[in-house]
T-cell receptor, first 112, second 115 residues
């Protein structure tokens, strides 16, 4: 079946580095993508989203890139801070569908 | 707004016991969801509802029941608790926009252990 998945289960970076978290999706009908951050012991929190008619969207210190040709999504975090340490999930949705499909998650560990 | 609230925060059940996990949202969202998250894993959809009186099964509905009598509340019922239901349970809600897209807002979770 079609699914959303992540390439790397754990990513370790130094404070101040830029982080890139990747996500592959296989459902070509997906037209909306979300990145969530989940800190230990908490529920997922929305970070940024992107629609399929866009290639790039920027937020505060975060950028999401969408490559529809290879069905790839990435989250870039600039100047990573210890507070960015968390598990990051990508999720996809299709217009008219009520549910999101979540990827497995990538744990980001930021060392001071 | 309080957003999505869940009670209890923690619970330990014995095998065969039953309980209801409560979820309430005050954002007037018509869509609500229940997920479970096992250690080190992603979110699996248990049940969801697109409005009061309407519920649908997700990926892993066995052993659970839901009801949606009001827009605000979406309780999850475990009738005969089993060790396999040890997990963290998250409730979420959303209000899809005009394009039909669907950012979900999550509660803080209920950590359930079945012994």
């Amino acid at each position: 079946g079609e699914s959303v998945g992540l390439h790397l289960p754990t990513l370790s970076v130094q404070e101040g580095d830029n982080s890139i978290i990747n996500c592959a999706y296989s459902n070509s009908a997906s037209d909306y993508f979300i990145w969530y951050k989940q800190e230990s012991g908490k529920g997922p929190q929305f970070i940024i989203d992107i629609r399929s008619n866009m290639d790039k969207r920027q937020g505060q210190r975060v950028t999401v890139l969408l490559n529809k040709t290879v069905k790839h999504l990435s989250l870039q975090i600039a100047a990573t801070q210890p507070g960015d340490s968390a598990v990051y999930f990508c999720a996809e949705n299709r217009s008219g569908y009520s549910t999101l499909t979540f990827g497995k998650g990538t744990m980001l560990l930021v060392s001071p | 707004n309080a957003g999505v609230t869940q009670t209890p925060k923690f619970r330990i059940l014995k095998i065969g016991q039953s309980m209801t996990l409560q979820c309430t949202q005050d954002m007037n969202h018509n869509y609500m969801y229940w997920y479970r998250q096992d250690p080190g894993m992603g979110l699996k959809l248990i049940y969801y509802s697109v409005g009061a009186g309407i519920t649908d099964k997700g990926e892993v509905p066995n052993g659970y029941n839901v009801s949606r009598s009001t827009t605000e509340d979406f309780p999850l019922r475990l009738e005969l608790a089993a060790p396999s239901q040890t997990s963290v349970y998250f409730c979420a809600s959303s209000y899809p926009g005009g394009s039909g897209h669907n950012e979900q807002f999550f509660g803080p979770g209920t950590r359930l252990t079945v012994l």
